[in-house]
């Protein structure tokens, strides 16, 4: 989802330990692969978001929803059997998007020694576009979900200190949510890395279907992709806020 040159990739002794793991692919197929793997996530996020708004139906329902997952496919298969799939199965995406944004900002710094897209000059005066600044911010916001990613994990799914708050109880998702973002530093992070989540989308969305071949009108394309960011962020930003408000507790 990186503006790069489609050429093969310069010659030269030294090359990235991306570029040595997987050397041969051309950029083309890790457009592909970062294409498909971030279909997958921008699902996940949004059927996450969904699951994540059950804590306004109380701690009952939302705990009996955490078990449901841990639960599902049950009694045919073991309990977890379908959610460490589904971890799995993310995990392996995130290998896949990481690795080839990896190996295309090498070759992306080799050919044009830089990280950011070539543009022409900018007039004097002339602010840029909010897409335009979602687009030479996708390393960055990307960079932050991933550091998101892993506090998250730390703190609501493994409960390891000091990521997860005093008197963290597996099992109760409803308590160990409230507890986490109850902490003002979790909730102001937690809250940006939504804003960081949203520009992700905003501009990776419209790539994804350009990668893919999806033919359509990208202003319409863009809209949607705005409104798609602006809702799963905004979704997910009003539950720290409900926390320290005492609206959920």
Known sequence: MNAVNDSPRPAG??????????PELPNAELKLAMAASGALFSGYVLVHMLGNLKVYQGAEKFDA????LRTAGAPVLPRGTVLWAARGVLAGGLVVHVGAAAVLTARSW???GTLLPRTGRRPRGRRRSPWTVAKRSMRSTGGVLGLFTLFHVLDLTLGARPAAARGFEHGSAHANLVASLSRPPVAAAYALSMAALAAHLVHGIPE????LGVAGDRRRL??????????????????????LTRAVR
């Open 13 to 22: 002794p030294a090359r990235s330990v991306p570029e040595r793991l997987l």
């Open 208 to 211: 994804i279907a350009n990668d």
């Open 65 to 68: 929803y955490a078990e449901f």
């Open 222 to 243: 863009r809209i949607a992709a705005n409104a798609f960011g602006a809702a799963v962020a905004a979704g997910n930003t009003t539950i720290p806020v409900a926390v």
């Open 110 to 112: 080799a050919a044009n």
